[in-house]
């Protein structure tokens, strides 16, 4: 693989992962690009073998197919095993389960990446209010743009070197990144969304007993694990009592009062 | 319909819409997940809403809290949101609290649908049409039918539902104030978003304890007697220890967040977390 290949396979890999904005959010770039069938079309197109390519994303999308990531979670990082594994694959001359294989030691690094970027981002959430109190409604606005950087770096490095340098140096650096290290960075990542709903919390919440409300939400997911749309129409019936039997005591006063 | 209030034009819409489209997830974070990309489609249109820059940094500030749903299917919370805005720029006396209400409401079942249905049901359909297209040719056929159904379908379809919670929300807004039922709605949809905001904490939040207390030949998982007294407990409890923190002890929110990653670091260390 000549170096501007596997330059332009880092930079398409880069725009097909989930928090790449240019290409139209997750509609062109995640959920487009990003799926290995036209993955591999993109890759064919960069090596000049489309047929193989495309053959090639075929077999790794099959793998993934029914692959839903809601929120952060992530049995795989398909981004990683699309574009890291096929061009690899295909270099080598290698057959299509050499590059699902790959993305398995891969999957370790890419997952814990996610998180790290997640855990990175939230230095723009401070920077963002710091611009708004300053009155900078623009450069405000922009944050997310500025953002972009992080992913940028945690996708595109990772993958250049190793289309460039090849699988086995890749691996020895995956191999190489303390365990505890990711690991804390994924425990943490895990922990961190108490926070925004702490400060959620603080803002919906009038009387410390309404913290009632809360809970029954909560303990409709964590433990009668409903769907979240049911536990929306439980949550619309609860709203719609409270309403009710406020509403009929206001009602019997006025009664009182009139009487 | 004529509307005094109005101050966007279908322009300024499809700014707004076009942002939130790309950039819906470039600042994706653990605390607040989407909600940079929320205020930032809010600036965009900030100067278009009101005159007064204390006004327009009340804006984005009102839009700065957690939001996370699914970003394309979800985009009708956004259109919702910004006619909300857009009627109370115009000066009705819309709440601050009804529109963070009904977006953290909406936010879930938004996510719900649109993992399931588009994510989980619309992509496999076309990516398994696609795979059938390629064949053992390998041909071209596959990944451009479903680059083309895919977008096809999906770029009229947020343009439209987007266009579509726009004028929902103005018509609420409308509705609500003729009809005196304000005070009724924003407890409705205050609520709705508590209950809500309890759903979400328990999918987002996770604590595990992977210590296991060994005496001879009792092997106990501390995890499964905490999941026995009620799963979820301790995610529970770190959200309702970082509110009181907050609330309570008037921390700042930077010193939770080192507190939480001493936690984490502490905990991998001694193994204590999983």
Redesign the interface.
């Known amino acids: 693989m000549t170096l501007f290949q596997a330059l332009l396979i880092a930079l398409f890999g880069y725009l097909s992962s989930?928090?790449?904005?240019?290409c139209?959010?997750?509609?062109?770039g995640w959920?487009?690009m990003g799926?290995p069938?036209?993955s591999?079309?993109i890759i064919g197109i960069i090596l000049g073998d489309?047929?193989?390519?495309?053959?090639m994303?075929?077999a790794v999308?099959?793998l993934y197919?029914?692959l839903?990531?809601?929120?952060?979670s992530m049995p795989a990082d398909l981004n990683f095993a699309a574009y890291m594994g096929i061009p690899l694959a295909m270099a080598a001359g290698a057959s299509t389960e050499y590059a699902l294989s790959l993305s398995v030691p891969l999957s370790f690094l890419g997952v814990s990446l996610v998180?790290v970027?997640?855990?990175v981002?939230?230095c723009?959430?401070r920077k963002?209010?710091q611009w708004?109190?300053q009155?900078k409604?623009?450069k405000?606005?922009?944050?997310?743009?500025y953002?972009?950087i992080s992913?940028f770096i945690a996708r595109f490095v990772p993958i250049f070197l190793a289309c460039y340098f090849g699988q086995d140096f890749i691996i020895s650096v995956v191999e190489a990144i303390p365990a505890?290290l990711g690991?804390?960075f994924v425990?943490?990542?895990?922990?961190?969304?108490?926070?925004?709903?702490?400060?959620?919390?603080?803002?919906?919440?009038?009387k410390n007993v309404?913290?009632a409300?809360?809970?029954?939400?909560?303990?409709?997911?964590?433990?009668l694990k409903m769907?979240?749309?049911a536990?929306?129409m439980?949550?619309?019936f609860?709203?719609?009592l409270?309403?009710r039997y406020?509403?009929k005591k206001t009602n019997e006063l006025e009664v009182e009062v009139d009487e | 319909m004529s509307n005094p209030l109005k101050k966007l034009t279908k322009r300024d819409l499809f700014h707004a819409y076009a942002y939130w489209m790309m950039f819906a997830l470039a600042a994706q974070n653990m605390e607040r997940m989407e909600a940079p990309a929320f205020a930032g489609m809010m600036g965009k249109v900030a100067d278009k809403l009101y005159d007064d820059p204390e006004e327009q940094k009340a804006l984005m500030l009102r839009h700065t809290q957690f939001y996370n749903s699914q970003p394309m299917v979800g985009v009708m919370i956004n259109g919702i949101a910004l006619g909300m805005e857009e009627q109370r720029a115009g000066g009705e006396n819309v709440p601050d609290e009804l529109i963070s209400s009904t977006k953290t409401a909406l936010m879930g079942p938004f996510a719900g649908v649109g993992d399931s249905l588009f994510i989980g049901t619309l992509i496999p359909i076309l990516l398994s049409i696609g795979l059938g297209l390629v064949g053992e040719q390998g041909s071209l056929a596959g990944p451009l039918f479903y680059i083309v159904a895919w977008l096809g379908i999906m770029l009229p379809f947020t343009w439209l539902t987007f266009r579509f919670g726009y004028r929902s929300g103005i018509t609420a807004i409308h509705t609500l104030f003729e009809s005196g039922m304000k005070d009724v709605a924003v407890r409705f949809a205050n609520i709705v978003g508590l209950i809500i905001v309890g759903c979400i904490s328990a999918q987002y939040v996770s604590v595990k304890i992977g210590w296991t207390y060994v005496s001879g030949e009792m092997t106990m998982s501390i995890q499964s007697v905490l999941d026995g007294i009620l799963p979820g407990l301790l995610p529970l409890l770190l959200t309702l220890g970082a509110w009181a923190l907050m609330e309570k002890k008037h921390w700042k929110m930077g010193r939770v967040f080192v507190l939480i990653f001493a936690m984490a670091l502490i905990g991998r260390f001694f193994g204590i977390l999983a």
Do not use: H
């Open positions: 989930n928090y790449s904005p240019w139209f959010g997750q509609l062109g959920y487009t799926r069938l036209v591999g079309l489309v047929r193989t390519g495309i053959l994303g075929a999308q099959t197919i029914g839903v990531t809601p929120g952060l998180y970027v997640a855990s981002n939230v723009w959430v963002q209010e708004i109190e009155g409604i623009k405000a606005a922009n944050a997310p743009v953002a972009s992913q505890w690991d804390t425990i943490f990542g895990k922990m961190l969304p108490a926070v925004g709903f702490a400060m959620l919390l603080r803002f919906v919440l009038n309404e913290l409300y809360f809970f029954v939400g909560f303990i409709m997911i964590a433990v769907p979240i749309v536990a929306t439980i949550a619309c609860l709203a719609y409270d309403i406020t509403a």
